[in-house]
């Protein structure tokens, strides 16, 4: 029973990915055994080739079922949805463009995209990004960061996290300390950045800085190496970032949320014990687990929540730390609103669509 509660009390630390349009048995497994805090969505999870409101039944159902089997009332139900290439649910929910476009009009598409993303029941949007667009090989940040300077890139990301606050959509503020200098994919490997923490302030900083001052409510964490500032271990792991910098020197009091931890920059890590232990330890409160490579079992989900287990177990993790950043939980799952998944007018659509294309071809 002790080792169902600590399960337990890892699921609450917990968002997890889900396989497909409907829950298998793994689902259930993971879903009734470790009962997540939050669920991550993907492309995956809408029904593709049917009418909008025969995916909507669809998705509805499976929104039902992740509830009932994860026995919670409030949940953090999260999707990444930025505009351009990042963007999950088919047509007609509107498809806006990169961030790096959206200019001027960044706080209207963010209010727009929020009240679409409330229709699907969704109450956290992984957006915006506080990256900066500095580094023109970047293969995965690029035209997804709101400008090429760190005022422009703040001002962007400020806006379209008051447009989604507005309409009730909860933000967070990713990757930190900054992700867009690297010239490699942290879905593929680990990127590796070489700037003094002199650097970071006088850049890569700024635009968490405007969103902390915002009160935006999470941060996400980049799986970057910075051999500079902590040499041993990327910034998800790193307790000089994450509370040196973001906590103390930043004063960021809410939500610290791991990337995904199935990426390959980190993937291997957490197959070692005691790496939740070192995430937890580094100031990290939440962790995402999207189950969305075929390299990542069910298996693999269970040793990191086992992971936990041990480490409350043998000492290496602080029952004061752990309950510290449940804490930080229960304050965001309090102000996070539960929605119903209901159809959308095809007004409302109709105008999200002429705002995507005058912000595509302004």
Same mark, same amino acid.
């Given at each position: 029973? !002790?080792? #169902?509660?600590? $399960? ?15 829950? *298998? ?9 470790? &009962? ?13 080739? /049917? ?23 409030? $949940? ?7 505009? =351009? ?25 963010? &209010? ?40 422009? #890139? #703040? ?60 009160? /935006?409510?999470?941060?996400?964490? !980049? ?9 041993? /271990? ?13 906590? &103390? +020197?930043? =004063? ?10 199935? $990426? &390959? @920059? ?15 330890? @580094? ?5 995402? %687990?999207?189950? *969305?490579?075929?390299?990542?079992? %069910? ?5 990191? !929540? ?7 177990? *043998?000492?290496?993790?602080? +029952? ?37 294309? #005058?912000? @595509?071809?302004?």
């Amino acid at each position: 029973m !002790a080792v #169902a509660q600590d $399960m337990h009390r890892f699921g609450h630390h917990l968002i997890v990915g889900i396989s497909g349009t409907k829950l *298998n048995d793994e689902d259930k497994r993971i879903l009734s055994e470790i &009962k997540p805090a939050g669920i991550i969505f993907y492309a995956k999870n809408f029904r593709y080739g /049917v009418h909008y409101e025969e995916w909507l039944q669809i998705y509805q159902d499976l929104v039902n079922q992740i509830r009932q089997y994860a026995e919670r009332n409030s $949940m953090l139900i999260t999707i990444d949805h930025e505009g =351009g290439t990042v963007h999950r649910p088919y047509l007609p929910i509107t498809r806006f463009p990169h961030a790096f476009l959206l200019q001027s009009r960044a706080r209207e598409v963010a &209010k727009a995209a929020g009240l679409e993303l409330k229709s699907l029941g969704i109450n956290i949007s992984w957006s915006p990004l506080a990256d900066i667009f500095s580094n023109p090989d970047n293969p995965i940040i690029g035209p997804r960061a709101f400008g090429t300077t760190p005022d422009t #890139a #703040a001002a962007g990301a400020r806006d379209y996290f008051l447009g989604l606050r507005e309409v009730g959509i909860i933000g967070c503020a990713k990757h930190f300390p900054g992700h867009g200098d690297t010239s490699t994919d942290s879905h593929l490997e680990l990127p590796v950045l070489n700037l003094t923490i002199e650097e970071l302030r006088n850049r890569e900083l700024i635009p968490f800085k405007a969103l902390i001052a915002e009160q /935006v409510p999470m941060i996400m964490t !980049a799986h970057i190496l910075f051999p500079q500032i902590d040499a041993g /271990v990327p910034a998800t792991l790193s307790q000089t970032i994450l509370t040196g910098i973001l906590r &103390k +020197e930043l =004063g960021f009091a809410g939500v610290i949320v791991s990337d995904d931890l199935d $990426m &390959k @920059a980190v993937s291997s890590m957490y197959a070692k014990s005691g790496t939740v232990a070192q995430t937890f330890n @580094a100031g990290c409160d939440l962790f995402i %687990v999207s189950r *969305n490579l075929p390299s990542s079992s %069910v298996e693999r989900t269970f040793a990191i !929540a086992q992971d936990f287990v041990n480490s409350l177990s *043998n000492g290496s993790l602080d +029952e004061r730390i752990v309950e510290a950043a449940k804490m930080r939980i229960d304050s965001l799952i309090a102000m996070t609103p539960q929605y119903s998944v209901s159809a959308l007018d095809q007004d409302t659509l109709k105008q999200h669509a002429e705002l995507a294309i #005058a912000c @595509a071809f302004r």
